[in-house]
């Protein structure tokens, strides 16, 4: 079964947005197979955001990331990625639909609350970049429930 990386960014993170979050996901049937609240090193920041190294925004960007705690998750169901992506809304909060996590929260793009894998291939990197350790093998018994 497909899986996504979900961060949510120390804004999210400090502006109490974590259960919020959480219950989108859970509720759109999506399972949680890692969690963790941690806080990152600029050198591992750099790491997550290294394919935008080259950008003018980098070192804002890893500045943000630093900031403050992160919430770091692995979600897992069917298109987990490209769905996920829709339930965060567009990169800049601006262009984000009303009904998106950034489209509600956010309103600038240098705090746009969450982060979210952008295909399959980077969210195997990203999952595997932050968990090391692995995550929960665990199966939802609301399986027959949520897919036909
Ligand atoms: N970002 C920024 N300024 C920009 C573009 C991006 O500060 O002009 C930040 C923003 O927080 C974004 C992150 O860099 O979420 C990563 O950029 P990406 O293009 O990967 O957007 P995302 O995948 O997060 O939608
Ligand atoms: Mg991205």
Not at 75 to 98: F, L, M, Q
Request: proline share 5%; net charge neutral; hydrophobic share 40%.
């Amino acid at each position: 079964m497909e899986q996504s990386f979900i961060m949510i960014k120390p804004d999210g993170v400090q502006r109490c947005l974590v259960g919020e979050i959480i219950a989108r996901f859970e509720k759109k049937g999506f399972t949680l197979k890692g969690l963790k609240l941690v806080s990152v090193e600029r050198s591992f920041a750099e790491r997550h955001y290294s394919d935008l190294s080259a950008k003018p925004f980098f070192n804002g960007l890893v500045e943000y990331i630093v900031s403050g705690p992160v919430v770091a998750m692995v979600w897992e169901g069917k298109n987990v990625v490209v769905t996920g992506r829709k339930i965060i809304g567009a990169t800049n909060p601006a262009d984000s639909a009303p009904g998106t996590i950034r489209g509600d929260f956010a309103i600038d793009i240098g705090r746009n609350v969450i982060h979210g894998s952008d295909s399959v291939e980077s969210a195997r990197k990203e999952i595997a970049l932050w968990f090391p350790e692995g995550t929960v093998g665990w199966q939802t018994s609301l399986h027959p429930w949520i897919y036909e």
